[in-house]
Nanobody, 121 residues
Framework: QVQLMESGGGLVQPGGSLRLSCAAS????????MGWYRQAPGKQRELVAT???????NYADSLKGRFTISRDNAKNTVYLQMNSLKPEDTAVYSC???????????????WGQGTQVTVSS
């Protein structure tokens, strides 16, 4: 089995910062892409950022410059540093990993449960 566990969400004031973490564990052979997505109330889930095992990153255009994604391949962990947070960043942030399990299965996308980020004064 494969599990993705997010941490680091919470309540922060506008202009503040948060750092999210997501650790993948279980029967994992290799992970190609890890990323973050978010879903605000009443809206569709949207891409925040992704990063490949080689370090190539992709960001939502609207978030470039404020959010930074990074990754520790040895720990199967991806991070999201969020700065200058705005109320419109309020959402559930979910981690995704495109990986190959050890059990001889096929490549697939796995999701964490999500962590709430609330930006409010």
């Amino acid at each position: 089995q494969v599990q993705l566990m997010e941490s680091g969400g919470g309540l922060v004031q506008p202009g503040g910062s948060l750092r999210l973490s997501c650790a993948a564990s279980g029967s994992i052979y290799t992970i190609y892409t890890m990323g973050w997505y978010r879903q605000a109330p009443g809206k569709q889930r949207e891409l925040v950022a992704t990063i490949t095992s080689g370090g190539r990153t992709n960001y939502a255009d609207s978030l470039k410059g404020r959010f930074t994604i990074s990754r520790d391949n040895a720990k199967n962990t991806v991070y999201l540093q969020m700065n200058s947070l705005k109320p419109e960043d309020t959402a559930v942030y979910s981690c995704n990993a495109h990986l190959l399990p050890v059990s001889g299965g096929t490549w697939g996308h796995y999701w964490g449960q999500g962590t709430q980020v609330t930006v409010s004064s």
